[in-house]
């Protein structure tokens, strides 16, 4: 038995040991980019080959994934060779070439020259293999310095090389003396036959739109200009894209391969849902992990993923802090009562870049403990504050480098002996491969959640109330609160996984019962039963089948077709759903998409409804004046993203608009009572208006409070209500919230008026809140009240085509009078920039109508906090990167909406109206009354 095959059958062991189970989350992905500029010559055979060259040579080869930011082909079958080098033997050898990569970038490559011909530009992580004290060690572009040894093919004459170096060299380098290129040659080491370590001349960046990598099987590397070049290996990672796993372990105790299409190079895009098997002290557990993403246009895959979990580890930058996304995935993962701890990531280049000592690295460390603490504490219940506080000494908190695979916990350093300085020391002479030696990532990670993260046993009796809101006492309560695998089913759907050709999964967690093949499931709401076809474990890209899989697991079904993302199954079809998973943030942007020929205008609408079944945070919906389809995301970035899949994944070649901005509706004041007439003048209607109470909002937001579906309880929503600031008398009339808009009956003894009020909640609903009267944008935080209505003693007169027009004109007019304002989405930026460039980097900020909130300094870099409209960020990543020479890192979060500046108000709302076939001005109070 092979070493994947008998890794899981001792995961199918586990899955019946709930003390042994964890399911946990990442909070972030860390990029590992190890690539070249497009002119980079490829040794490729016996020809030198721009790798641009080389990939457009398979360009026509079969596609393993592509992306906007991403292209991959697959040239397994070609069995071509390419040089490579062998560590073991200090030889150049022929290799396997197997794949190649061409990637979008956004920052800055890195060109090193050597003290010979050699010079090559590559991102900033890229690992050069280097010569120091008498052995090979890695070390990555960023952290390169002018003297270094990189091992390279050797030149046929040391003295030759250098001087036909100057020769060709650009007009600075021309001007250095010979006698400095020589000092440096001095120091040149011949490693073996033909295998030399050359210093670096000059290090300096440029820029570039893609960047190009080729996968070397056995060797992961390949030359180029005669620099060994190091490439992605199929297995450099346990935690999914996240890098926080030493490759040792990936060999030995991951029991999946994952091929190239699950390690996305960059931003991860979904959840990557992976099982291990892990040893520790003698015991072996089941680590079920879901790597979510870190770019806050998929937030919507992280709020997901938290109701399959249990515990997160929070993955915090030693340099640039707490960032948007992190407390955001903070403040969605302790609503979900998912327990956190907390990963100290770049802990080097503190060191390297900002140049601390000692004592200042510890203080770091205690300012992002402090900061994580705080927004940990504030929002949790009394009875969990101290259990889930991060305690440096009990070891819920660690730190190192994900990049140079090793970490520490204050726990660890006692039982190793390792201590602060030990750690700098290694960091600043760049002997981290030592120190991941003494201290391996995965040892001190996995140790860190085996003993602070809850097995399901243990989160469920915590977890259930809060996200559940059914009887405790009924059967399936009481089996949630055990996890007890005799139980009812209960399987909350977290992720539809989508494949054209295999169709769709549904993944998620299994909080009660136990799920068999062939089993009869409901999805709840759903009016006939299902059968689960196959019930497997998610290992990276597989699914591997099983004939049942126990409660406290996450699993994956095939044959739930109802389901969606946010589904509850059962084997009871009455039971009470789990509680909606809230998004912390709406869809901003939009563009309308249709299909390039007619004939694909039904694949087209299948397609669209996967791809919203899969992920919820697309919206769809038909623009009734034109008949396109409409898609909103949470950014720009979603958006391409999701349109590329349409083209690649479904193959259906589509036409789409430009993104535009999503924007709201509101009111400034009061308004009304203002009186809407029915077409045949035997009804009215009296409504009045204004913004609804911030708490409200809020509450709303956060799903303390249900919108969209019918009131279950009024006197515990009035109560609450209350609680939040709104007036007694409001709080009892509520008849309907629609997103952050409520209905409310404040009238008293009117005949008819409850056989009418499913036709006022409808116009409530379907027109007067989702098309506003400025620019027929949906409604937000607006407060309607019906406060009188006279109508039609005979029913025939006060129909839908009476009372719904009425309605939604009343309402209108009242908006008129208490003054309508448009609500523009507003980004969080924050940017890290070296301070030499931040004057550049605040002023493409503020060019873009953006505030500037703080500025904090780093060392020799500064950290800028800003926020600025979404309509104003499209194209930044350009522009930022091109105003700092592209060395900032930067990352946005959708922080709400605000009102337009009243002196842009007007030209916006003409250009919406424009587009949306409207007339230019918007109609008066006047207008709604005649």
Same mark, same amino acid.
């Given at each position: 038995?092979?070493?994947?095959?008998?890794?899981?059958?001792?995961?199918?062991?586990?899955?019946?040991?709930?003390?042994?189970?964890?399911?946990?989350?990442?909070?972030?992905?860390?990029?590992?980019?190890?690539?070249?500029?497009?002119?980079?010559?490829?040794?490729?055979?016996?020809?030198?080959?721009?790798?641009?060259?080389?990939?457009?040579?398979?360009?026509?080869?079969?596609?393993?994934?592509?992306?906007?930011?991403?292209?991959?082909?697959?040239?397994?079958?070609?069995?071509?060779?390419?040089?490579?080098?062998?560590?073991?033997?200090?030889?150049?050898?022929?290799?396997?070439?197997?794949?190649?990569?061409?990637?979008?970038?956004?920052?800055?490559?890195?060109?090193?020259?050597?003290?010979?011909?050699?010079?090559?530009?590559?991102?900033?992580?890229?690992?050069?293999?280097?010569?120091?004290?008498?052995?090979?060690?890695?070390?990555?572009?960023?952290?390169?310095?002018?003297?270094?040894?990189?091992?390279?093919?050797?030149?046929?004459?040391?003295?030759?090389?250098?001087?036909?170096?100057?020769?060709?060299?650009?007009?600075?380098?021309?001007?250095?003396?010979?006698?400095?290129?020589?000092?440096?040659?001095?120091?040149?080491?011949?490693?073996? !036959? $033909? *295998?030399?370590?050359?210093?670096?001349?000059? =290090? #300096?960046?440029? /820029?570039?739109?893609? +960047?190009?990598?080729?996968?070397?099987?056995?060797?992961?590397?390949?030359?180029?200009?005669?620099?060994?070049?190091?490439?992605?290996?199929?297995?450099?990672?346990?935690?999914?894209?996240?890098?926080?796993?030493?490759?040792?372990?990936?060999?030995?105790?991951?029991?999946?391969?994952?091929?190239?299409?699950?390690?996305?190079?960059?931003?991860?895009?979904?959840?990557?849902?992976?099982?291990?098997?892990?040893?520790?002290?003698?015991?072996?557990?089941?680590?079920?992990?879901?790597?979510?993403?870190?770019?806050?246009?998929?937030?919507?895959?992280?709020?997901?993923?938290?109701?399959?979990?249990?515990?997160?580890?929070?993955?915090?930058?030693?340099? !640039? $802090? *707490?960032?948007?996304?992190?407390?955001?995935? =903070? #403040?969605?993962? /302790?609503?979900?009562? +998912?327990?956190?701890?907390?990963?100290?990531?770049?802990?080097?280049?503190?060191?390297?870049?900002?140049?601390?000592?000692?004592?200042?690295?510890?203080?770091?460390?205690?300012?992002?403990?402090?900061?994580?603490?705080?927004?940990?504490?504030?929002?949790?219940?009394?009875?969990?504050?101290?259990?889930?506080?991060?305690?440096?000494?009990?070891?819920?908190?660690?730190?190192?480098?994900?990049?140079?695979?090793?970490?520490?916990?204050?726990?660890?350093?006692?039982?190793?002996?390792?201590?602060?300085?030990?750690?700098?020391?290694?960091?600043?002479?760049?002997?981290?491969?030592?120190?991941?030696?003494?201290?391996?990532?995965?040892?001190?990670?996995? !140790?860190? *959640?085996?003993?602070?993260?809850?097995?399901?046993?243990?989160?469920?009796?915590?977890?259930?109330?809060?996200?559940?809101?059914?009887?405790?006492?009924?059967?399936?309560?009481?089996?949630?609160?055990?996890?007890?695998?005799?139980?009812?089913?209960?399987?909350?759907?977290?992720?539809?996984?989508?494949?054209?050709?295999?169709?769709?999964?549904?993944?998620?967690?299994?909080?009660?019962?136990?799920?068999?093949?062939?089993?009869?499931?409901?999805?709840?709401?759903?009016?006939?039963?299902?059968?689960?076809?196959?019930?497997?474990?998610?290992?990276?890209?597989?699914?591997?089948?099983?004939?049942?899989?126990?409660?406290?697991?996450?699993?994956?079904?095939?044959?739930?077709?109802?389901?969606?993302?946010?589904?509850?199954?059962?084997?009871?079809? !009455?039971?009470?759903?789990?509680?909606?998973?809230?998004?912390?943030?709406?869809?901003?942007?939009?563009?309308?998409?249709?299909?390039?020929?007619?004939?694909?205008?039904?694949?087209?609408?299948?397609?669209?409804?996967?791809?919203?079944?899969?992920?919820?945070?697309?919206?769809?919906?038909?623009?009734?004046?034109?008949?396109?389809?409409?898609?909103?995301?949470?950014?720009?970035?979603?958006?391409?993203?999701?349109?590329?899949?349409?083209?690649?994944?479904?193959?259906?070649?589509?036409?789409?608009?430009?993104?535009?901005?999503?924007?709201?509706?509101?009111?400034?004041?009061?308004?009304?009572?203002?009186?809407?007439?029915?077409?045949?003048?035997?009804?009215?209607?009296?409504?009045?208006?204004?913004?609804?109470?911030?708490?409200?909002?809020?509450?709303?937001?956060?799903?303390?409070?249900?919108?969209?579906?019918?009131?279950?309880?009024?006197?515990?929503?009035?109560?609450?209500?209350?609680?939040?600031?709104?007036?007694?008398?409001?709080?009892?009339?509520?008849?309907?919230?629609?997103?952050?808009?409520?209905?409310?009956?404040?009238?008293?003894?009117?005949?008819?008026?409850?056989?009418?009020?499913?036709?006022?909640?409808?116009?409530?609903?379907?027109?007067?809140?989702?098309?506003?009267?400025?620019?027929?944008?949906?409604?937000?935080?607006?407060?309607?009240?019906?406060?009188?209505?006279?109508?039609?003693?005979?029913?025939?007169?006060?129909?839908?085509?009476?009372?719904?027009?009425?309605?939604?004109?009343?309402?209108?007019?009242?908006?008129?009078?208490?003054?309508?304002?448009?609500?523009?989405?507003?980004?969080?930026?924050?940017?890290?920039?070296?301070?030499?460039?931040?004057?550049?980097?605040?002023?493409?900020?503020?060019?873009?109508?953006?505030?500037?909130?703080?500025?904090?300094?780093?060392?020799?870099?500064?950290?800028?906090?800003?926020?600025?409209?979404?309509?104003?960020?499209?194209?930044?990543?350009?522009?930022?990167?091109?105003?700092?020479?592209?060395?900032?890192?930067?990352?946005?979060?959708?922080?709400?909406?605000?009102?337009?500046?009243?002196?842009?108000?007007?030209?916006?709302?003409?250009?919406?109206?424009?587009?949306?076939?409207?007339?230019?001005?918007?109609?008066?109070?006047?207008?709604?009354?005649?």
């Amino acid at each position: 038995m092979g070493r994947k095959e008998d890794n899981i059958k001792r995961a199918e062991t586990l899955l019946h040991k709930k003390e042994f189970i964890r399911n946990i989350g990442t909070a972030a992905h860390i990029d590992h980019g190890k690539c070249v500029q497009e002119a980079t010559r490829v040794l490729f055979g016996r020809e030198w080959m721009a790798a641009k060259d080389l990939f457009q040579r398979f360009v026509d080869r079969p596609t393993v994934k592509e992306t906007r930011d991403e292209t991959v082909k697959d040239l397994r079958d070609l069995n071509l060779r390419i040089l490579a080098f062998d560590r073991e033997s200090k030889r150049f050898v022929e290799s396997r070439l197997t794949h190649a990569w061409k990637v979008r970038t956004n920052e800055a490559l890195v060109r090193v020259t050597l003290t010979g011909l050699q010079s090559v530009a590559t991102t900033p992580e890229h690992e050069f293999l280097t010569w120091r004290a008498g052995d090979f060690d890695e070390v990555c572009a960023r952290d390169l310095r002018v003297g270094d040894l990189v091992v390279t093919r050797a030149p046929e004459s040391l003295g030759a090389s250098a001087s036909q170096f100057l020769e060709t060299a650009e007009a600075p380098l021309r001007h250095s003396s010979l006698a400095r290129v020589s000092s440096l040659l001095v120091n040149a080491v011949r490693i073996a !036959e $033909g *295998v030399v370590a050359l210093p670096v001349f000059e =290090i #300096r960046y440029e /820029l570039a739109d893609f +960047v190009y990598d080729f996968t070397v099987d056995p060797h992961h590397n390949f030359v180029a200009e005669g620099i060994i070049i190091h490439n992605t290996t199929l297995s450099d990672s346990l935690i999914a894209g996240a890098g926080m796993i030493s490759q040792d372990l990936a060999g030995t105790q991951l029991f999946m391969d994952y091929d190239e299409q699950e390690q996305a190079r960059g931003i991860t895009i979904n959840a990557a849902i992976a099982s291990m098997v892990h040893d520790h002290e003698g015991k072996e557990y089941l680590i079920n992990l879901i790597d979510t993403p870190g770019h806050v246009d998929f937030g919507g895959d992280v709020t997901r993923a938290m109701r399959a979990i249990d515990g997160v580890i929070i993955l915090d930058d030693a340099v !640039e $802090g *707490v960032m948007p996304q992190t407390e955001t995935v =903070i #403040r969605q993962a /302790l609503k979900e009562r +998912v327990k956190p701890v907390l990963f100290i990531n770049k802990v080097d280049r503190l060191v390297n870049e900002l140049k601390i000592t000692p004592e200042q690295m510890e203080q770091r460390f205690v300012k992002i403990i402090t900061d994580v603490n705080t927004r940990i504490l504030k929002p949790l219940p009394d009875d969990l504050k101290d259990k889930w506080a991060l305690k440096v000494a009990s070891g819920n908190v660690a730190f190192g480098s994900a990049f140079h695979k090793w970490a520490l916990s204050v726990p660890y350093m006692k039982k190793t002996g390792i201590t602060f300085k030990d750690v700098y020391r290694h960091c600043q002479e760049g002997t981290m491969k030592e120190l991941s030696k003494k201290a391996p990532l995965h040892e001190v990670v996995l !140790e860190m *959640v085996i003993k602070h993260l809850p097995n399901p046993l243990q989160a469920q009796p915590i977890r259930i109330p809060v996200i559940w809101k059914g009887d405790l006492e009924s059967p399936v309560g009481k089996s949630m609160m055990k996890v007890d695998e005799n139980g009812p089913v209960a399987f909350m759907v977290t992720k539809i996984l989508v494949d054209p050709q295999a169709g769709e999964t549904a993944a998620g967690r299994l909080f009660s019962g136990k799920i068999r093949r062939g089993q009869e499931l409901w999805v709840i709401g759903m009016p006939k039963p299902q059968r689960a076809q196959i019930v497997a474990m998610i290992v990276g890209p597989e699914r591997i089948p099983v004939e049942e899989i126990d409660a406290g697991n996450v699993v994956a079904v095939v044959g739930l077709k109802d389901a969606i993302a946010g589904s509850t199954v059962s084997d009871n079809k !009455e039971m009470q759903p789990f509680e909606a998973i809230v998004h912390y943030s709406d869809p901003v942007v939009t563009m309308a998409i249709e299909a390039k020929s007619t004939q694909d205008l039904p694949k087209l609408v299948d397609t669209l409804r996967s791809i919203a079944k899969a992920d919820p945070s697309i919206q769809v919906e038909i623009n009734q004046e034109t008949g396109e389809h409409l898609i909103s995301g949470m950014g720009e970035l979603h958006l391409e993203i999701t349109i590329y899949r349409i083209q690649n994944d479904y193959k259906v070649p589509v036409i789409t608009s430009p993104p535009i901005v999503v924007y709201r509706e509101g009111v400034r004041g009061k308004g009304g009572p203002f009186e809407g007439k029915s077409p045949n003048k035997h009804n009215r209607f009296y409504f009045e208006v204004e913004p609804l109470e911030q708490p409200v909002v809020d509450a709303i937001r956060a799903g303390e409070i249900t919108a969209g579906q019918r009131i279950k309880d009024s006197k515990v929503l009035a109560k609450k209500l209350e609680e939040l600031g709104m007036a007694k008398d409001e709080a009892k009339n509520v008849v309907w919230i629609e997103d952050t808009n409520i209905l409310l009956d404040a009238t008293k003894g009117i005949q008819y008026l409850h056989e009418t009020m499913e036709l006022i909640k409808q116009a409530f609903i379907e027109e007067a809140m989702r098309k506003g009267p400025l620019a027929g944008e949906k409604c937000m935080a607006v407060k309607v009240r019906l406060v009188d209505a006279k109508l039609h003693e005979d029913s025939v007169h006060r129909g839908p085509a009476q009372v719904i027009p009425a309605t939604y004109r009343s309402i209108y007019g009242a908006m008129c009078q208490a003054g309508r304002t448009l609500l523009e989405p507003l980004t969080k930026v924050f940017v890290n920039v070296p301070q030499d460039v931040m004057g550049s980097a605040i002023g493409e900020v503020q060019s873009r109508r953006g505030v500037i909130e703080d500025i904090t300094q780093e060392g020799d870099h500064a950290i800028i906090v800003a926020k600025a409209p979404v309509a104003e960020m499209f194209g930044f990543a350009t522009a930022i990167r091109s105003a700092t020479a592209g060395r900032a890192f930067w990352s946005t979060e959708n922080v709400g909406f605000q009102p337009v500046p009243a002196d842009l108000q007007p030209d916006i709302v003409r250009k919406i109206r424009e587009r949306k076939g409207l007339p230019p001005e918007p109609y008066d109070e006047s207008y709604y009354a005649a």
